[in-house]
């Protein structure tokens, strides 16, 4: 848990993170390899450098090695692992539902699983609708992340506003899968820029008002589109990931993109994200807690970065997404020492 100079608390969840193989031997060839690529040098390029890992460490971590940068390192109470898949650049899946289920289970209490779904999948495919019930009932998911661009036999993309996708939404409404995370940002190689494209949350928000669409990435580049559709879809929010990263690199360009989506959405529908393993947690809400909007740009937009509103994007709003009484988790975790290898006990 961060806890300010004053003493107070802030209760930290980190909504988008995943427990990854990109191993060579994981590697569907060329495929495998230019994905974890792309990848390392978004963490190079945008990482402090004290805070930049091997690549050999960064293709294939342990759940030991997650739980200490989250919880004992990172200032991180709760984290919401995104399951992608990936198949046919990862003999077992980049990190599917099963691989991210081992924290989960190491620490079933400050670990929310998310599941995910592919609707070229059809009923039977492992990404298909048996499959999304399968996970409801091991697993009570609450939540799916999707990727829409993901090849999958021949395809290079999906949208969210086909009768194939709206079959799974349905069946999301009837299974209690309320909160849907799209990757809808940056493109990685080799995936196509275009089938990231966030036009088709519009219709699916608008079609499905009892499901909450989390957008991640928040559009990124096109942040503008975002917000217009955000703003006027009151069950689309914003999540951080891969914006937060830019507070070290480029602090202007990121006080843009937070001053426009206080702006468009407000403080209550934006949640904190490392994306780890792309970034770690801690270096990140250091500089959150720390970071204030220019003067200008607070005058331009007429907004600020309040103390409650970092207490918000940190935690307090995905807790109200997941049904999180904030309190009771506190005390919960106060009494629930982070154990790592069989070592001492390590306090959050």
Not at 10 to 35: C, M, Y
Not at 172 to 180: M, Q, T
Not at 191 to 212: C, I, K, M, N, W
Request: proline share 5%; charged share 25%; with cysteine.
């Amino acid at each position: 848990m961060y806890r300010t100079a004053d003493g107070r608390e802030i209760f930290v969840i980190d909504a988008h993170t995943h427990l990854w193989d990109a191993s060579p031997e994981n590697q569907r060839g060329k495929l495998g390899k230019g994905w974890i690529d792309c990848f390392y040098a978004y963490h190079k390029n945008l990482s402090p450098p004290d805070k930049v890992w091997t690549l050999e460490h960064y293709q294939r971590y342990s759940v030991e090695d997650m739980a200490r940068d989250l919880f004992v390192e990172g200032y991180v109470d709760m984290c919401i692992l995104q399951s992608t898949n990936l198949f046919d650049f990862y003999h077992t899946g980049f990190n599917p539902i099963e691989r991210n289920a081992q924290l989960k289970e190491a620490f079933p209490e400050r670990v929310i699983l998310n599941g995910s779904f592919d609707p070229r999948h059809g009923e039977d495919g492992p990404l298909g609708l048996n499959a999304l019930r399968r996970a409801k009932q091991q697993y009570d998911i609450q939540g799916v992340k999707l990727y829409t661009a993901e090849w999958h036999n021949g395809s290079r993309g999906w949208r969210m506003n086909t009768p194939e996708a709206y079959r799974f939404f349905e069946e999301c409404e009837k299974l209690g899968i309320k909160n849907i995370h799209i990757h809808k940002g940056p493109t990685i190689w080799p995936l196509d820029r275009d089938s990231f494209d966030v036009a088709d949350v519009d219709y699916a928000a608008t079609d499905f008002p009892g499901l909450t669409f989390i957008v991640e990435h928040c559009g990124l580049p096109r942040l503008e589109d975002f917000c217009w559709i955000a703003t006027q879809e009151t069950n689309v929010w914003g999540g951080l990931a891969v914006a937060m990263p830019f507070i070290h690199s480029r602090p202007r360009y990121f006080a843009e993109v937070m001053a426009n989506l206080l702006y468009w959405l407000g403080p209550d529908k934006l949640t904190f994200a490392s994306d780890y393993a792309l970034w770690t947690p801690g270096w990140l809400i250091e500089k959150f807690m720390a970071f204030e909007l220019p003067e200008d740009l607070e005058a331009e937009f007429g907004v600020k970065l309040t103390m409650e509103t970092k207490e918000k994007i940190l935690g307090l709003n995905a807790a109200r997404l997941y049904g999180i009484d904030v309190e009771a988790k506190k005390e919960q975790l106060r009494n629930m020492p982070v154990v790592l290898d069989g070592a001492a006990p390590a306090t959050a």
